[in-house]
């Protein structure tokens, strides 16, 4: 054993010690060289696939903005996003902004789900888990109030008369927590809704002097509205969650009818109220007023659980919301409600617009008993004898939810330009598979068909349900060309044929597709 040990002293000095010795005394390491800056377009980062993880790691806080550089929704609120940025730049400069324009980079709007545009999430501490969604947040001043609630105190306290005066009189509207103690749930709560209401400003008191100069003797959440109160909600532990009051408090941003158009459009749908109740009238009529008024009447009772929205069906422009409700002159006046998550309808069976049918008809939807109003054309008499089948309402779960037979289904509108100009090429795609023997090629008009089974997308949009029933709904996101839709079926095929095939190499062969698809299981009817 001595022996080895005299061998092993000499190996040491031999491998162990001359790295020590290799850099001289007078040398020093090489720096690393240092990567230049994020490009910015007017202070935002301009972000893709290949700076995005080091933009997190780099910044405390990040807002993006997630577009299509030819939306022209998206062009407007890249105006604000890039004002708020220069406002916040000096005072807030751990604050970044940043784009991404999800066009090129599809990597990033998968991982990120991203499905509209624009869409804003904010992103903390460098995680790319769970970003934070901003809604319905479109003006500069709004996004700069949204992300100081996200990164400081959510609402101002309140300690005198004074104080809360000046936040109820600093802008139309203002909101104002009155407590007896400000370390509850219920507060917590508050301070939760006031991160997501960035529209308004936020207050909190505990203070007896404020509690009582507004009579307020329970811990109340009051909205007020140009200077006066408009809404007293008592908030008891466990009974409200932030969802219901951002809901509440944001319907007041809107009338409490609002009437629909250009401009009403997008804040309708910037409240987080899912369920909108729909009345159809021309407000020229005689009867208007009278029903009008039982409209607004009834509307006070659901606040916070269903928009009330006014329809002028003597305004051409209102057009493409008659042909989504299908609603003709005789109709009217017509009441529907529309679900939002669901795309369900639900016509109120009464004729007469009295705020007793409204409310009977608001409360029988919130109780789960008002009965599914779904429409369908007639099945055509030669719907199968073209090589494009022609689908309705009433054949649609027949034809496309099979076990035999493989159906790509193009869904359109007939009003819409896009689907139109499509129409031809899928007539030829339907010619090139007219003799394949598994291969359907169908389309259906989704204004005058209600599916309930397949979640409805942008106009035109494309849907491939394989034969059988193991296997998936697949949503094409790809080109609108007939190469690029024949290469996807063939695709598809393929890997119905050969599902877990192995390459030459030993792993699994993968699917040469360079279309984006997303999938969502097939639900057997």
Same mark, same amino acid.
């Given at each position: 054993?001595?022996?080895?040990?005299?061998?092993?002293?000499?190996?040491?000095?031999?491998?162990?010690?001359?790295?020590?010795?290799?850099?001289?005394?007078?040398?020093?390491?090489? /720096?690393?060289?240092?990567?230049?800056?994020?490009?910015?377009?007017?202070?935002?980062?301009?972000?893709?696939?290949?700076?995005?993880?080091?933009?997190?790691?780099?910044?405390?806080?990040?807002?993006?903005?997630?577009?299509?550089?030819?939306?022209?929704?998206?062009?407007?609120?890249?105006?604000?996003?890039?004002?708020?940025?220069?406002?916040?730049?000096?005072?807030?400069?751990?604050?970044?902004?940043?784009?991404?324009?999800?066009? +090129?980079?599809?990597?990033?709007?998968?991982?990120?789900?991203?499905?509209?545009?624009?869409?804003?999430?904010?992103?903390?501490?460098?995680?790319?888990?769970?970003?934070?969604?901003?809604?319905?947040?479109?003006?500069?001043?709004?996004?700069?109030?949204?992300?100081?609630?996200?990164?400081?105190?959510?609402?101002?306290?309140?300690?005198?008369?004074?104080?809360?005066?000046?936040?109820?009189?600093?802008?139309?509207?203002?909101?104002?927590?009155?407590?007896?103690?400000?370390?509850?749930?219920?507060?917590?709560?508050?301070?939760?809704?006031?991160?997501?209401?960035?529209?308004?400003?936020?207050?909190?008191?505990?203070?007896?002097?404020?509690?009582?100069?507004?009579?307020?003797?329970?811990?109340?959440?009051?909205?007020?509205?140009?200077?006066?109160?408009?809404?007293?909600?008592?908030?008891?532990?466990?009974?409200?969650?932030?969802?219901?009051?951002?809901?509440?408090?944001?319907?007041?941003?809107?009338?409490?009818?609002?009437?629909?158009?250009?401009?009403?459009?997008?804040?309708?749908?910037?409240?987080?109220?899912?369920? +909108?109740?729909?009345?159809?009238?021309?407000?020229?009529?005689?009867?208007?007023?009278?029903?009008?008024?039982?409209?607004?009447?009834?509307?006070?009772?659901?606040?916070?659980?269903?928009?009330?929205?006014?329809?002028?069906?003597?305004?051409?422009?209102?057009?493409?919301?008659?042909?989504?409700?299908?609603?003709?002159?005789?109709?009217?006046?017509?009441?529907?409600?529309?679900?939002?998550?669901?795309?369900? /309808?639900?016509?109120?069976?009464?004729?007469?617009?009295?705020?007793?049918?409204?409310?009977?008809?608001?409360?029988?939807?919130?109780?789960?008993?008002?009965?599914?109003?779904?429409?369908?054309?007639?099945?055509?008499?030669?719907?199968?004898?073209?090589?494009?089948?022609?689908?309705?309402?009433?054949?649609?779960?027949?034809?496309?939810?099979?076990?035999?037979?493989?159906?790509?289904?193009?869904?359109?509108?007939?009003?819409?330009?896009?689907?139109?100009?499509?129409?031809?090429?899928?007539?030829?795609?339907?010619?090139?598979?007219?003799?394949?023997?598994?291969?359907?090629?169908?389309?259906?008009?989704?204004?005058?068909?209600?599916?309930?089974?397949?979640?409805?997308?942008?106009?035109?949009?494309?849907?491939?349900?394989?034969?059988?029933?193991?296997?998936?709904?697949?949503?094409?996101?790809?080109?609108?060309?007939?190469?690029?839709?024949?290469?996807?079926?063939?695709?598809?095929?393929?890997?119905?044929?050969?599902?877990?095939?192995?390459?030459?190499?030993?792993?699994?062969?993968?699917?040469?597709?360079?279309?984006?698809?997303?999938?969502?299981?097939?639900?057997?009817?």
């Amino acid at each position: 054993m001595k022996t080895h040990r005299f061998f092993l002293l000499p190996l040491l000095f031999l491998t162990g010690f001359p790295a020590a010795d290799s850099i001289s005394p007078n040398e020093t390491k090489p /720096k690393k060289a240092k990567l230049p800056q994020i490009k910015k377009e007017n202070n935002v980062l301009l972000l893709k696939n290949s700076n995005f993880d080091r933009a997190l790691k780099e910044t405390k806080y990040l807002l993006v903005e997630f577009y299509v550089s030819l939306s022209q929704s998206s062009q407007n609120l890249s105006e604000e996003f890039a004002e708020a940025a220069q406002q916040l730049k000096k005072e807030a400069p751990r604050i970044q902004f940043g784009k991404i324009d999800v066009t +090129h980079q599809h990597d990033l709007r998968k991982e990120f789900n991203i499905r509209e545009f624009p869409t804003v999430k904010f992103f903390v501490d460098g995680s790319r888990e769970d970003p934070i969604d901003c809604k319905g947040v479109r003006q500069a001043s709004a996004f700069i109030t949204w992300v100081k609630r996200r990164t400081g105190p959510s609402t101002v306290l309140i300690n005198s008369t004074d104080q809360a005066e000046a936040i109820i009189h600093a802008d139309d509207l203002a909101v104002i927590g009155f407590f007896k103690e400000l370390h509850n749930d219920s507060v917590e709560v508050f301070c939760e809704t006031a991160r997501d209401v960035p529209e308004m400003p936020f207050g909190m008191t505990a203070s007896e002097d404020v509690c009582a100069k507004y009579g307020i003797q329970k811990n109340t959440l009051v909205v007020f509205k140009k200077g006066k109160p408009v809404h007293n909600e008592v908030l008891e532990a466990g009974r409200q969650n932030k969802l219901d009051l951002t809901r509440l408090i944001k319907t007041f941003t809107l009338d409490l009818v609002t009437e629909y158009n250009l401009e009403t459009s997008v804040k309708i749908f910037d409240v987080p109220v899912e369920n +909108h109740i729909l009345l159809f009238t021309p407000t020229n009529s005689e009867t208007f007023n009278a029903i009008y008024e039982n409209y607004k009447s009834a509307a006070a009772e659901f606040r916070g659980k269903i928009m009330f929205v006014l329809v002028d069906t003597n305004e051409t422009r209102n057009g493409r919301v008659f042909e989504y409700f299908r609603i003709r002159d005789v109709d009217v006046p017509a009441v529907r409600i529309l679900n939002l998550t669901s795309d369900a /309808k639900y016509k109120m069976p009464a004729d007469e617009v009295t705020v007793e049918n409204l409310k009977e008809f608001c409360q029988s939807y919130l109780n789960g008993k008002a009965k599914l109003h779904l429409s369908s054309e007639e099945i055509p008499e030669d719907w199968d004898k073209r090589p494009v089948k022609v689908l309705v309402g009433k054949n649609f779960n027949r034809i496309v939810f099979n076990k035999t037979m493989t159906v790509f289904v193009m869904f359109y509108a007939p009003w819409s330009y896009d689907c139109r100009k499509l129409l031809p090429i899928w007539d030829k795609l339907g010619e090139q598979y007219e003799n394949h023997k598994d291969i359907t090629i169908a389309k259906i008009d989704v204004t005058a068909n209600d599916i309930l089974s397949v979640a409805l997308d942008r106009y035109p949009f494309f849907r491939l349900f394989p034969a059988g029933p193991d296997y998936q709904e697949v949503a094409y996101t790809g080109e609108h060309t007939l190469q690029a839709f024949s290469e996807f079926l063939e695709e598809q095929s393929k890997t119905k044929a050969e599902p877990g095939e192995k390459d030459p190499s030993g792993g699994i062969k993968e699917d040469l597709s360079q279309k984006e698809t997303v999938t969502t299981e097939k639900k057997e009817l």
